[in-house]
Each structure stands twice: as C-alpha cells, then as structure tokens.
C-alpha cells in the first residue's frame, strides 16, 4: 500500500530564515506530488504541483520554492522567511490528473 | 477558486444520519465531485467521489442530484470521531481547489 510522509511535524522558525520541508511517497511511482498550505482557520491553498522529476509547476506568486529532486521526494523550500509564511503545509499525491489526492500528515510552521 | 459552496457549521446528534449538502452549479459534464475531511492538526483524509451516479463505501454515501448542480455527503450513523471539517471540492482541470468547508460537530 501507498504511504506519505512529511517531515519534521512542527516547526519554529525565525523571520528571514530558510526553509526545507521534504515530502516523501512509497509504494507507487511517477505520482503526481503536489503542495498546500493552510492558513489557520482557512481552506487549503495549492502551491506547487509536479507531474515528474523536475516538473514543477506554480499556482501562485510567492517567497516559496519547490523542488522534487527524485521521483517520490518533494521538497518545499524558501531562502529567507516571512510572517506570513506561517501555516499547516500539506503534501498530497495522486496517481495521475484524474485520480484521486492522499494526504500526508502535514507540517506546522510558526515563523517568528 | 472554489467551485462549491458549503454551510459553514453544521451539529448534528450521535447515532443519527449527517446530511453535509453542497452546491456545485457550474460544475461541468466531466468533472468530478470529491468529498475530504480534516480532523485537527491532520491532513486531509478522502471520503468519497461521484460522478453522476450515488456512491456508497464503507464511510459514507454521496447522493448528486440528477442536474448535477448539488451534492450531499451522508453519514449514515454520525459518531463523535466524525467531527471534522468536511469539504465538497469539484476539480478545475488536473487540480483541487478546496475552499473552507462545512465545520461539523457531532454532539453525544
């Protein structure tokens, strides 16, 4: 069976810092990976999606980053933080565009 | 942007059915409706999807009306693990636009 993972699980960083979070899937291959954000009290908002190694396509204009260097690692990057940088970041991925999207655990981001 | 429209809060008792509607007016023919739930701090867990016809699983039932245009999520005999935020998405292209969701509270 398919499982995701995200690490680390919590997180506390200070304005102006960088970030890696890194998102790993087992048990399928070429997943479609993608990456969320949720604002406390808000729906998720899609970030960064990839159909493959090197892929990476943007939904929207940010101080954030994504890289997926192997085919079932994504990482979320940014070289220096911001406030509102802050929130719950969900890794997600699918077998392909019209499949169905599992979750990872999440990781929580306060940025100070 | 979200395609759907939910309540924003809904009660419902233990052991009775929930009934989470949803509005999807300008969905397309070929688009599917998904259903997600979110339990604090945790990732988003998939429920069910549907198409034109009713779906049942092991979690819930998805009755979509004949034109499409709406949706309901039923839990056929809500416990108080069922209290969570649920979310009725129709995807845009290869992408799930999630919007805020129906926050319900399953009361004993």
């Known amino acids: 069976s398919q499982t995701i993972h995200q690490w680390p699980a919590t997180l506390v960083q200070p304005v102006g810092s960088p970030l890696s979070l890194e998102c790993t899937v087992e048990?399928?291959?070429?997943?479609?990976l993608y990456w969320y954000r949720q604002a406390a009290g808000r729906g998720l908002q899609l970030l960064f999606y990839?159909?493959?190694?090197?892929?990476i396509s943007s939904e929207v204009p940010q101080n954030l980053s994504a890289s997926r260097p192997q085919d079932r690692q994504f990482i979320l990057s940014s070289k220096k933080l911001l406030l509102s940088d802050s929130g719950f970041y969900l890794c997600?991925?699918?077998?392909?565009?019209?499949?169905?999207?599992?979750f990872g655990p999440g990781t929580r981001l306060l940025v100070l | 942007d979200a395609k759907t429209t939910q309540p924003p809060s809904m009660d419902c008792a233990e052991g009775r059915a929930a009934n989470l509607p949803c509005n999807h007016s300008?969905?397309?023919?070929?688009?599917?409706v998904y259903w997600y739930r979110q339990i604090h701090s945790q990732g988003p867990q998939y429920i069910i999807h549907?198409?034109?016809n009713n779906e049942t699983n092991e979690m819930a039932s998805l009755i979509i009306t004949e034109d499409r245009k709406s949706s309901t999520l039923i839990l056929p005999h809500a416990t108080l693990r069922d209290t969570a935020v649920y979310y009725c998405?129709?995807?845009?292209?290869?992408?799930?636009?999630f919007g805020t969701g129906t926050s319900l509270t399953v009361i004993p």
């Open positions: 549907g198409l034109k």
């Open positions: 998405i129709v995807r845009e292209r290869s992408q799930f636009y």
């Open positions: 997600a991925w699918a077998g392909g565009f019209k499949e169905t999207q599992y």
């Open positions: 300008t969905i397309s023919g070929n688009e599917y």
């Open positions: 990839s159909v493959g190694i090197g892929q």
């Open positions: 048990g399928t291959s070429n997943p479609n």
